[in-house]
């Protein structure tokens, strides 16, 4: 296991509630913040409406990159749903992973009632869990 990753309740339940609305369906959603720490979470639209893949609007990334630059915040993760499977990188995730230093954050629903979410990082094929702490907002 890696480094951890300090994430506030309100978030992790915002990502979760995000997965639940999005099912059958991947969401997929970017957290943005400073020094490790998130100020905002973004959901954005699964453009391919799959259960197995997700793609973020390109005009839609670029209007949160320029938000982001404009407010000097960092982008710390990019989160999505596993349906159902297990939280964990799929081949599909992991050869789709283009930004190493921003932890990849799977939020699994195969069991509904008990989501899981887990982080990684993804760098040249190998992944590395990161531990998620749930803290108190």
């Known amino acids: 296991m890696g480094s951890t990753f300090n994430l506030e309740k309100k978030y992790a339940d915002e990502m979760v509630a995000h997965a639940r609305v999005e099912a059958p369906n991947e969401c997929c959603g970017i957290l943005a ?33 320029e938000e982001m630059r404009d407010k000097k915040w960092e982008l710390l993760g990019i989160y999505h749903s596993h349906t159902h499977t297990e939280a964990f990188p799929s081949p599909t995730d992991i050869n789709s992973a283009r930004l190493p230093e921003s932890l990849c954050i799977i939020i ?26 749930i803290i108190e907002n």
Do not use: Q
């Not at 699994?108 to 990161?130: A, C, M, Q, W, Y």
């Open 33 to 65: 913040g400073v020094k490790g720490r998130v100020i905002k979470l973004y959901r954005t639209a699964n453009t391919e409406h799959s259960p197995y893949h997700y793609t973020v609007d390109p005009h839609e990334l670029l209007s949160i990159y």
């Open 108 to 133: 699994s629903l195969s069991d509904p009632n008990r989501p899981v979410i887990r982080g990684f990082h993804i760098k040249e094929g190998k992944i590395t869990e990161t531990e998620l702490r």
